[in-house]
């Protein structure tokens, strides 16, 4: 009954259309971080976008502009940090045929989020799968020559999914790039190392403060300490936290705007 209520309130998207031409939205930035990171044989360019919430909430626009920006930045490696649907399953493919657009050389690969739990992994990955998107659940995948010395390494949400670290670091290559929908992979890393870790889920709040601050805190215990912007973890690489791309329950964003991260690990 409540999402029934509030996709009457949301009028099928004509609210996030309005609110998207007010500028109520948000403007897509890039982010940029440089990690130096041993072993590799030449740069290797991450792209990685979270939290998209394809349906009423966001208007697609946003996702058009975030395509052209992945291809304007050309990675190596696009990462996927999910939450694609708001609320259905239906709404993937106004998503799905966008992120189709995108040609990473190395591929693009993903995990999946609360949302997608609560809408239907199992339609939702093999949706993702169908247009060239290796989806990472509780395991890793190497990349192809000059780098296969890293993997990338993703679990299912730590939060409403089944998260295996141990599962998804099983055979890893030397150089490991862990992808967890949420900060709170953190909690359940135990031994396992990695260079340079990439979450979302927070939205950086979505609605914050002029400083940033978030006025909601997203679920889960690491969200608030963890909930935009680079850390640095002891015993391990940095996480990066990104603010997403779409809106979540109501289609506005306020001193939060959606983000691509492009991170360059460098030798």
């Given at each position: 009954m409540g999402l029934a209520v509030l996709?009457?309130?949301?009028?099928g998207g004509a609210v996030a259309r309005v609110f998207y031409q007010c500028g109520l939205q948000g403007r897509l930035r890039v982010t940029r971080h440089e990690l130096k990171?041993?072993?590799?044989?030449?740069?290797?360019v991450l792209a990685f976008a979270s939290?998209?919430?394809?349906?009423?909430?966001?208007?697609?626009?946003?996702?058009?502009?975030?395509?052209?920006?992945?291809?304007?930045?050309?990675?190596?490696?696009l990462l996927l940090g999910g939450d694609y649907v708001e609320f259905r399953t239906q709404y993937l493919e106004?998503?799905?045929a966008r992120l189709a657009r995108c040609r990473p050389r190395f591929g693009t690969y993903a995990v999946?989020?609360?949302?997608?739990?609560?809408?239907?992994?199992?339609?939702?990955?093999?949706?993702?799968?169908?247009v060239g998107i290796e989806v990472l659940v509780?395991?890793?995948?190497?990349?192809?020559?000059?780098?296969?010395?890293?993997?990338?390494?993703g679990i299912d949400?730590?939060?409403?999914?089944?998260?295996?670290?141990?599962?998804?670091?099983?055979?890893?290559?030397?150089?490991?790039?862990?992808?967890?929908?949420?900060?709170d992979g953190l909690h359940l890393i135990g031994n396992e190392t990695f260079e340079v870790a990439f979450s979302g889920h927070t939205h950086g709040g979505q609605v914050a403060l002029p400083d940033g601050t978030a006025i909601i805190n997203a679920g889960g215990p690491l969200s608030k300490k963890y909930g935009r912007g680079r850390f640095e973890i002891?015993?391990?690489?940095?996480?990066?936290?990104?603010?997403?791309?779409?809106?979540?329950?109501?289609p506005v964003r306020i001193n939060s705007d959606p983000e691509l991260i492009v991170c360059t690990l460098v030798p």
């Open positions: 996709d009457k309130f949301l009028a990171v041993g072993g590799l044989p030449e740069p290797l939290d998209f919430h394809a349906g009423p909430t966001t208007h697609p626009e946003l996702f058009d502009t975030l395509v052209a920006e992945v291809n304007a930045c050309r990675p190596d490696v106004i998503l799905s999946l989020g609360n949302h997608d739990v609560w809408a239907d992994t199992d339609q939702i990955a093999p949706q993702l799968a169908a509780n395991r890793n995948s190497s990349l192809p020559p000059p780098f296969n010395d890293v993997s990338i390494c949400d730590p939060w409403v999914g089944l998260p295996d670290v141990e599962a998804a670091f099983s055979g890893a290559s030397q150089i490991r790039v862990f992808l967890s929908h949420s900060p002891a015993g391990n690489g940095p996480l990066i936290v990104s603010r997403g791309v779409g809106c979540s329950n109501l």
